[in-house]
């Protein structure tokens, strides 16, 4: 579970996205790393069913953190309906 860890701290760290000066930055700081623990804990659950010659339809995709790991990997379309408009990785 590392690797996704690593990937998201390396990659999609909240500091490449946000400033601390952002009167809301504890809010958005507090979202970020739920989403980081979700996709972490997601990625533990179905790490052991993924395969390259299957496409991955992911949805609830939220800021997708998991999609963008696995997109490095596998083939995988995220959506999330929760009023974002989905995104599209491959």
């Given at each position: 579970?590392?690797?996704?860890?690593?990937?998201?701290?390396?990659?999609?760290?909240?500091?490449?996205?946000v400033f601390?000066?952002?009167?809301?930055?504890?809010?958005?700081?507090?979202?970020?790393?739920?989403?980081?623990?979700?996709s972490i804990?997601?990625?533990?659950?179905?790490?052991?069913?993924?395969?390259?010659?299957?496409?991955?339809?992911e949805v609830?995709?939220?800021?997708?953190?998991?999609?963008?790991?696995?997109?490095?990997?596998?083939?995988?379309?995220?959506?999330?309906?929760?009023?974002?408009?989905?995104?599209?990785?491959?």
């Amino acid at each position: 579970m590392s690797s996704i860890k690593i990937f998201i701290e390396n990659n999609l760290n909240i500091k490449n996205f946000v400033f601390k000066e952002n009167k809301n930055f504890n809010d958005i700081k507090n979202y970020y790393e739920n989403a980081k623990a979700d996709s972490i804990y997601c990625y533990s659950k179905i790490c052991d069913f993924l395969s390259k010659d299957k496409k991955i339809l992911e949805v609830g995709g939220g800021i997708h953190l998991l999609t963008s790991f696995l997109d490095k990997e596998f083939n995988i379309t995220s959506v999330e309906p929760g009023g974002l408009k989905g995104i599209q990785m491959n």
